[in-house]
């Protein structure tokens, strides 16, 4: 197993570039398998989730070709079922997205029910009702479950919460339906606007990604193409975060500032000043930070998966500061640990009161998704003595080298391979 060790750092100096988006990249490669000619794409992260895609592509025929620096030929020519490893695809979430992509060329789709981040359950209920809607019929087994359509027809569908994930699904499951499909209460998210254009340069028929209103005429194919994925916003937004936990000054370089739009007012309002650019923004900080409170909404809102490296910057913060979850109310196990390094954090009712200013200290801590291991590195750098963090495999869900990126910005953290004794992590020895 691997370990991440973080000691106190002075304050963070430098530019991080940022990689393409991992959400955005899930829904793309699926996305692909909906083409009749290859297609490339650029800018994919190397990271864990999408390994276990490519795995899973190459079963079921999908060829995969990798050029290097993130450049990606898939050609889905030779896709010869739309049967999924249950246990791999049940590995991350967004395995549901093959549902919308195979289920119009196949008939017929199996898939392991939706796993990744243990934070909390990922119902549904809203994928089932669409795809129902379309002429889609469920039958549920105890590893996996089936969806079967002898042709998907087009349907107008009110989403009765708003969700990214099951608008991307059905978008793809439209795209080669019978007919005119209209999703209403859709995900305005960045990630859905890029499978939207992307769906778009290989031939398909939508308009609208990016408002509450998506209209897709189905096509009978798609061509081949090219595409490059949009940055990842999120590892952006913690990136700039690191600036005022350590009270330095960071640059993420390749962003679409636009993105990070309600992130860059929050931070501006905890006392983080901001040079925004074109495609660029400058973090700079004295470490004197101010309480604040935030909800996380969907897009353009404060979104869920910057609470967690939000809360450990809070921690740093005089006075009392208020989060309030309202997309997933029990992802809060990041608190948890931080209150093991010192942190002064109630939990109650999907909400977070924050008593700011309180010392950090070193300890063992647990990593039990991408961003709250991101929260606890941040934590590391302001606490005194070593922070060990165990669970590094959630953390490569996400972040290409993240021990890397924060190096080059002086911060003083390694990775070590490990092995847990009696509950206790102990380092064997360092592995980079």
């Given at each position: 197993?691997?370990?991440?060790?973080?000691?106190?750092?002075?304050?963070?100096?430098?530019?991080?570039?940022?990689?393409?988006?991992?959400?955005?990249?899930?829904?793309?490669?699926?996305?692909?398998?909906?083409?009749?000619?290859?297609?490339?794409?650029?800018g994919?992260?190397?990271?864990?989730?999408?390994?276990?895609?490519?795995?899973?592509?190459?079963?079921?025929?999908?060829?995969?070709?990798?050029?290097?620096?993130?450049?990606?030929?898939?050609?889905?020519?030779?896709?010869?079922n739309?049967?999924?490893?249950?246990?791999?695809?049940?590995?991350?979430?967004?395995?549901?997205?093959?549902?919308?992509?195979?289920?119009?060329?196949?008939?017929?789709?199996?898939?392991?029910?939706?796993?990744?981040?243990?934070?909390?359950?990922?119902?549904?209920?809203?994928?089932?009702?669409?795809?129902?809607m379309?002429?889609?019929?469920?039958?549920?087994?105890?590893?996996?479950?089936?969806?079967?359509a002898?042709?998907?027809?087009?349907?107008?569908i009110?989403?009765?919460?708003?969700?990214?994930?099951?608008?991307?699904?059905v978008?793809?499951?439209?795209?080669?339906?019978?007919?005119?499909?209209?999703?209403?209460?859709?995900?305005?998210?960045?990630?859905?606007?890029?499978?939207?254009?992307?769906?778009?340069?290989?031939?398909?028929?939508?308009t609208?990604?990016?408002?509450d209103?998506?209209?897709?005429?189905?096509?009978?194919?798609?061509?081949?193409?090219?595409?490059?994925?949009?940055?990842?916003?999120?590892?952006?937004?913690?990136?700039?975060?690191?600036a005022?936990?350590?009270?330095?000054?960071?640059?993420?370089?390749?962003?679409?500032?636009?993105?990070?739009?309600?992130?860059?007012?929050?931070?501006?309002?905890?006392?983080?000043?901001?040079?925004?650019?074109?495609?660029?923004?400058?973090?700079?900080?004295?470490?004197?930070?101010?309480?604040?409170?935030?909800?996380?909404?969907m897009?353009?809102?404060?979104?869920?998966?910057?609470?967690?490296?939000?809360?450990?910057l809070?921690?740093?913060?005089?006075?009392?500061?208020?989060?309030?979850?309202?997309?997933?109310?029990?992802?809060?196990?990041?608190?948890?640990?931080l209150?093991?390094?010192?942190?002064?954090?109630?939990?109650?009712?999907?909400?977070?009161?924050?008593?700011?200013?309180?010392?950090?200290?070193?300890?063992?801590?647990?990593?039990?998704?991408?961003?709250?291991g991101?929260?606890?590195?941040?934590?590391?750098?302001?606490?005194?003595?070593?922070?060990?963090?165990?669970?590094?495999?959630?953390?490569?869900?996400?972040?290409?080298?993240?021990?890397?990126?924060?190096?080059?910005?002086?911060?003083?953290?390694?990775?070590?391979?490990?092995?847990?004794?009696?509950?206790?992590?102990?380092?064997?020895?360092?592995?980079?």
């Amino acid at each position: 197993m691997k370990a991440i060790k973080v000691e106190r750092s002075d304050s963070l100096h430098g530019s991080v570039l940022i990689p393409g988006s991992k959400n955005s990249s899930l829904a793309l490669l699926a996305a692909v398998c909906l083409a009749d000619e290859p297609v490339t794409l650029m800018g994919i992260p190397d990271i864990a989730d999408l390994r276990v895609i490519y795995e899973l592509a190459s079963e079921i025929g999908l060829e995969v070709k990798h050029e290097g620096n993130g450049t990606v030929v898939l050609d889905p020519r030779f896709i010869a079922n739309g049967s999924l490893d249950p246990v791999k695809s049940s590995s991350f979430r967004a395995a549901y997205y093959f549902v919308g992509s195979l289920l119009a060329k196949f008939g017929r789709v199996s898939v392991g029910y939706p796993g990744g981040d243990d934070f909390v359950s990922r119902p549904m209920d809203q994928h089932i009702k669409a795809l129902q809607m379309m002429g889609a019929a469920f039958t549920f087994h105890p590893s996996h479950y089936t969806v079967e359509a002898k042709e998907l027809r087009g349907a107008t569908i009110y989403f009765d919460m708003i969700t990214s994930g099951a608008t991307i699904n059905v978008m793809l499951a439209a795209v080669r339906a019978k007919g005119t499909t209209v999703l209403r209460n859709a995900a305005r998210d960045p990630e859905v606007t890029d499978t939207a254009n992307l769906l778009n340069q290989l031939g398909a028929k939508i308009t609208g990604a990016g408002t509450d209103t998506i209209r897709i005429e189905g096509v009978s194919s798609l061509h081949e193409g090219s595409y490059t994925v949009i940055p990842d916003r999120l590892i952006a937004g913690a990136f700039l975060m690191a600036a005022g936990v350590t009270g330095g000054s960071v640059t993420v370089q390749h962003v679409i500032p636009e993105h990070l739009s309600s992130c860059l007012a929050k931070l501006r309002e905890i006392g983080i000043e901001l040079e925004v650019h074109d495609n660029s923004i400058t973090a700079h900080s004295t470490g004197i930070l101010r309480a604040t409170r935030v909800r996380t909404a969907m897009y353009p809102g404060f979104a869920t998966d910057l609470q967690q490296p939000l809360t450990a910057l809070l921690t740093q913060a005089r006075g009392k500061s208020i989060i309030g979850e309202r997309i997933y109310p029990a992802r809060f196990n990041h608190a948890h640990q931080l209150v093991r390094m010192g942190a002064d954090i109630k939990i109650r009712s999907g909400v977070a009161s924050i008593a700011g200013g309180k010392p950090l200290h070193g300890t063992l801590v647990h990593a039990s998704d991408v961003r709250a291991g991101i929260s606890l590195i941040l934590a590391g750098l302001r606490a005194e003595g070593t922070t060990t963090i165990a669970g590094v495999q959630h953390i490569e869900r996400g972040y290409e080298d993240v021990v890397g990126s924060f190096r080059a910005l002086g911060a003083t953290i390694s990775m070590y391979d490990s092995e847990e004794i009696g509950g206790h992590g102990v380092l064997l020895q360092q592995s980079n």
